[in-house]
């Protein structure tokens, strides 16, 4: 099909995007408002763009329209200014708006199907509506995680069904996002940021757009290394963590403190890099990310077996947690059934009131499952709905210490007061090392 708006022109509408680019006056598209979306859009609203971000929520719209703030990493001030002072910012669910802008960056989910397959369905609907609307001189950039070859494979045949060509008419990246929620060193501006796309005019492009509001970005090839630079960072985490859940394991058979071994062996100075165990791994992130990459190597005859192994064990540690829990209450001639347990912590991990994929919701479920009266405090996560539980948060006392038979620490939240916990507890299992440094911790709390 050929686009009666494309031209041969390509070099003039590569520079005529580069000027805007530079100048701040391209218009910024963010389709999916989310953990990645929104602090992205602020990030650039805020160095002057004019952002409109897309999302087929009708809540997330209104909301962002009112300048009121649903993420953690995202300051209610900046959003805020950004949107009511200096109308930079603003949200929309309607598609046909998308001509409008120069940039479009996409932040949509890349969830797992049952089979732990890729669902790519997200990035394929917005995708479709871009290729119904799409104009030359347009940057698509893809933010979402996914497997080496999607921005290639799915998302370029899709939008060159306009009949406008990449590269020519216009320009497709993939820049995987690298936020760390909760973290308050590395926010977005200060975050290194990986740019893959073809050489030429896309790869200027989008190298040009992602310098204006990060310090340092690192060009790659192709989509397909960033892609795979991105899903090699979080199997890297998701192996390195399985490691020292397994020796946690091991650990706990030989009657050894898995967290004084780790701090032993990370004053290494060189050769080491130190992660710590814990309740299995939770969020967005590092429990599907993996699953994407094992999907694709099969498509070449190849086996990622520390994916799968490392799946393996990482998903064991619920159980490992129980079982630790009951031998605790056992060892104090109790039993699970009928004992009152509190949780502390439901998040997937510390200062961030995401609980998506958290391991506490397995544990949450299996103690109820096996009979326990099962409450829970989270100060990020006032309710908690998973696995068919529907809970409200507690607040943390004294007294709701001591009536519990156990108290269990599954995340490690800053504001938590873990000497309250540590004073008033009667039999506590903590499996973040959260008390470390509390006065009388280590003589009361019994670590992963
Ligand atoms: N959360 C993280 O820490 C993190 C970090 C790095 C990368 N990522 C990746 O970034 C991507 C987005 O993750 P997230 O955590 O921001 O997800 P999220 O669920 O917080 O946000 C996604 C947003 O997209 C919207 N959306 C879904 N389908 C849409 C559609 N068809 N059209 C318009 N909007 C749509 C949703 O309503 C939601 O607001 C995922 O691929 C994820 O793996 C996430």
């Keep these: 099909m050929s686009n009666p708006a494309a031209t041969a022109d390509a070099p003039a509408r590569a520079a005529e995007l580069m000027e805007k680019i530079k100048d701040h006056t391209a218009r910024v598209g963010v389709v999916g408002l989310g953990y990645v979306g929104l602090p992205f859009a602020v990030e650039k609203a805020k160095v002057g763009f004019r952002v ?93 995680t996914t497997y080496p070859g999607t921005t290639e494979e799915v998302m370029q045949p899709l939008l060159e069904a306009s ?8 320009f497709l990246a993939f820049s995987p996002e690298r936020v760390d929620p909760g973290n308050k060193r590395y926010s977005t501006r200060n975050t290194n940021k990986v740019v893959g796309a073809s050489p030429g005019a896309s790869l200027e492009a989008a190298l040009a757009f992602y310098r204006q509001t990060i310090l340092k ?28 859940n397994e020796l946690a394991m091991l650990c706990d058979r030989m009657g050894l403190d898995v967290w004084e071994v780790l701090d032993a062996a990370g004053t290494k100075p060189f050769g080491i890099l130190t992660f710590y165990p814990g309740p299995g791994v939770g969020g967005h992130c590092i429990p599907l990310d993996p699953h994407y990459l094992e999907w694709k190597a099969r498509e070449f005859n190849f086996n990622t077996r520390f994916i799968a192994l490392a799946g393996e064990i990482n998903r064991r540690m ?57 409450s829970y405090h989270d100060p990020m996560v006032p309710r908690f709905q998973e696995h068919g539980h529907d809970l409200q948060s507690r607040p943390l006392t004294a007294q709701a210490l001591e009536e519990a038979d156990l108290v269990l620490i599954l995340t490690d939240h800053t504001r938590v007061d873990y000497a309250l916990v540590v004073a008033h507890a009667r039999l506590l299992l903590d499996t973040r090392y959260a008390t470390r440094g509390v006065e009388g911790g280590r003589g009361k709390a019994v670590l992963l």
């Design 52 to 144: 409109l971000g897309f999302d087929r929520s009708a809540a997330r719209v209104d909301q962002v329209n009112a300048g009121r703030n649903y993420i953690g990493d995202v300051r209610d001030q900046d959003l805020r200014d950004v949107v009511l002072r200096q109308g930079l910012l603003a949200a929309t669910g309607d598609w046909d708006r998308l001509p409008e802008m120069d940039v479009v960056v996409i932040c949509v989910p890349t969830p797992l199907t049952r089979n732990l397959t890729p669902d790519l369905q997200y990035i394929e609907a917005v995708t479709s509506e871009l290729a119904l609307r799409l104009r030359p001189g347009q940057l698509i950039s893809l933010e979402s």
């Design 163 to 170: 009949g406008l060509k990449e590269g020519r008419d216009f």
């Design 217 to 244: 970005v690192v060009p790659v090839s192709s989509a397909r290394t960033a892609e795979m630079v991105k899903v090699f960072e979080n199997t890297f985490r998701a192996v390195n963590i399985a490691l020292v």
């Design 318 to 374: 619920p159980e490992f947690v129980l079982e630790k829990a009951m031998r605790l209450l056992s060892d104090h001639g109790l039993g699970l059934r009928g004992a009152r347990v509190l949780v502390l912590g439901v998040a997937y991990k510390k200062d961030v009131e995401d609980a998506r994929e958290s391991p506490s919701a397995e544990i949450l479920h299996q103690l109820v499952r096996r009979g326990a009266a099962v």
